[in-house]
């Protein structure tokens, strides 16, 4: 019969791990700070700091509502005392914002539309590849861009499109002369579906690992080739995804300031790039504050649209309703 080792021998003693005295230690001060008695308000505490920052933004809202009732004071520069309607009326009978806001949707929209052509694909590959190498660097590929910041990638696409730049040097390889390439609607548009492709990959990659292989092996196996397969399985399975993609990649293009100020050259504003002006060069704030306000619900009316029609997809967290 085997004997069990004595305790008493140093050899066998156990040595209680520091990792745990620390986790002992946080769990002790847990205790002190927020006793067993407050368990029931756990849940508050812990969304109390969202609660707090979309607190903040209500505020801010309400401020912004409370500027654009006045107008601006030409002779002091500052706001008037009274309350009016007058900067709504100016923004809905000014034909120049009526171009601004529909340039701004229809950007938008195109972005959302080019954003998903390129991100199914690239997600579909990174999800499905059973190589580790190439998923790796489909990786690396996708988050490189968060290490650099919007404006400076716009900087690099001044360069690639320039008429100097890299584009146009290649295209010179072929006899072709110099295209203006920056400065107009399709560079804005451009540079928008560069900065948005890595969120839209971001939220189809969950979508589309949910969906089974067993489901194209299947389809296969009935006489499917791959793109009968991708468009009746794949498609209508990465639903959900493509519209939390498309909401997401909507919403930023329609808000965006950077790339129509920088690949626009100041002749392809959005309505940030309105609402900019505004604020900081004519120091008009109502009429910016105006703005601001028909721009939060215009994007709140496209949403709710989209959302009615199609539903909330990935961004629903699973809700039937």
Same mark, same amino acid.
């Given at each position: /019969? ?6 008493? *021998? ?5 040595? &209680? ?6 986790? *002992? +230690? ?11 008695? /407050?368990?029931? &308000? ?11 920052? %979309?607190?903040?933004? %209500? $505020?801010?809202? =309400?401020?912004? +509502? ?18 009016? $309607?007058?900067? &709504? ?11 601004? %806001?529909?340039?701004?949707? =229809? ?11 390129? +991100? ?19 990786? %690396? ?16 696409? !001044? ?37 948005? !492709?890595?969120?839209?990959? $971001?939220?189809?990659?969950? +979508? ?50 950077? /790339? ?32 601001? !306000? $028909? ?14 029609? =199609? ?11």
């Amino acid at each position: /019969m085997p004997q069990i080792p004595s305790t008493d *021998d140093p050899q066998t003693t156990f040595r &209680y791990p520091l990792r745990w005295r620390i986790m *002992d +230690a946080l769990n002790y001060g847990l205790d002190r700070f927020w006793p067993a008695r /407050m368990s029931p &308000y756990t849940g508050w505490a812990l969304i109390m700091p969202a609660l707090l920052l %979309v607190g903040i933004l %209500v $505020l801010g809202l =309400f401020e912004m +509502a409370d500027s654009s009732l006045h107008t601006l004071d030409r002779a002091i520069f500052r706001p008037s005392e009274a309350y009016t $309607l007058e900067n &709504y009326q100016a923004v809905m009978e000014s034909a120049t914002y009526g171009r601004v %806001v529909m340039r701004s949707v =229809f950007a938008a929209g195109l972005t959302v539309f080019f954003t998903l052509l390129l +991100a199914l694909p690239y997600a579909y590959i990174m999800v499905r590849t059973t190589r580790s190498a190439v998923r790796k660097a489909l990786l %690396v590929t996708l988050f490189l861009p968060f290490f650099i910041g919007q404006v400076v990638r716009a900087y690099g696409l !001044l360069i690639i499109l320039g008429t100097n730049g890299v584009a146009n040097n290649a295209l010179g390889l072929v006899g072709i002369e110099p295209i203006r390439l920056l400065f107009n609607f399709p560079a804005v548009v451009f540079g928008l579906v560069q900065y948005m !492709l890595p969120f839209a990959v $971001l939220m189809l990659a969950p +979508a589309l690992t949910a969906i089974p292989r067993e489901t194209e092996t299947a389809a296969s196996s009935l006489g499917a080739n791959w793109l009968q397969s991708f468009r009746h399985i794949v498609l209508p399975m990465a639903k959900p995804g493509l519209i939390g993609a498309g909401l997401v990649v909507g919403t930023l293009s329609l808000t965006d300031f950077a /790339m129509p100020a920088m690949l626009g050259g100041g002749s392809q504003d959005f309505i940030a790039n309105a609402i900019y002006d505004q604020f900081f060069r004519t120091a008009d704030q109502g009429l910016g504050a105006a703005l601001a !306000l $028909l721009l939060v619900v215009l994007g709140s009316v496209i949403v709710g649209v989209v959302i009615a029609l =199609f539903g909330a997809g990935t961004l629903g967290m699973g809700s039937k309703k």
